[in-house]
T-cell receptor, first 114, second 108 residues
Framework: DAGITQSPRHKVTETGTPVTLRCHQTENHRYMYWYRQDPGHGLRLIHYSYGVKDTDKGEVSDGYSVSRSKTEDFLLTLESATSSQTSVYFC?????????????FGEGSWLTVV | AQRVTQPEKLLSVFKGAPVELKCNYSYSGSPELFWYVQYSRQRLQLLLRHISRESIKGFTADLNKGETSFHLKKPFAQEEDSAMYYCALLNRDDKIIFGKGTRLHILP
């Protein structure tokens, strides 16, 4: 599992409240990613990070912000949750193996916005 | 445009029959390609990457640059192969682009 843990694993929150999801890794990987997974859409990249304080937007970044103040933690924040953000959120890291990179995923965080 | 296409949302195959999950990509350059499998409500697990040319759980995938394809194959389907399968591409900016996935359903 490449030492990736996500928290919380399950959360129900109300529309308009802020929510922060945490991704923690123990193996000093440089690249970290946040995806959301929705039926019919597969996995879509929200934000990614290529180092401490270096982040960039993915294809569905609206309504989300991220922070990476330490190598091991990549936080995803929904400033004001909406029902359209009900989804499963996966964190991932990129690890160099041999001549190429391999991507490993966390176990997912199920978020329901009511 | 960089894109991964999995044309089948659902593929139903009888146990013991051959399986082929299709994946086509659009990318200018040499991509790094992967197949991931996701069992019900679990994390995505790496199944294959084209660089390693290995076989996992009886699955293989060959990169065909001429056809820009990376189809996943298995000669004899097993019931435990029922899952969601995602093809993915890692581009030179270290972004991972996923297809929308194919649900494989193995019929008894």
């Amino acid at each position: 599992d490449a030492g990736i843990t996500q928290s919380p694993r399950h959360k129900v929150t109300e529309t308009g409240t802020p929510v922060t999801l945490r991704c923690h890794q123990t193996e000093n990987h440089r690249y970290m990613y946040w995806y959301r997974q929705d039926p019919g859409h597969g996995l879509r990249l929200i934000h990614y990070s290529y180092g401490v304080k270096d982040t960039d937007k993915g294809e569905v970044s609206d309504g989300y912000s991220v922070s990476r103040s330490k190598t091991e933690d990549f936080l995803l924040t929904l400033e004001s949750a909406t029902s359209s953000q009900t989804s499963v959120y996966f964190c991932a890291i990129s690890e160099l193996q041999g001549s190429g990179n391999t991507i490993y995923f966390g176990e997912g965080s199920w978020l329901t916005v009511v | 445009a960089q894109r991964v296409t999995q044309p089948e949302k659902l593929l139903s195959v009888f146990k013991g029959a051959p399986v082929e999950l299709k994946c086509n990509y659009s990318y200018s350059g040499s991509p790094e390609l992967f197949w991931y499998v996701q069992y019900s409500r679990q994390r995505l697990q790496l199944l294959l990457r084209h660089i390693s040319r290995e076989s996992i759980k009886g699955f293989t995938a060959d990169l065909n640059k001429g056809e820009t394809s990376f189809h996943l194959k298995k000669p004899f389907a097993q019931e435990e192969d029922s899952a969601m399968y995602y093809c993915a591409l890692l581009n030179r900016d270290d972004k991972i682009i996923f297809g929308k996935g194919t649900r494989l359903h193995i019929l008894p």
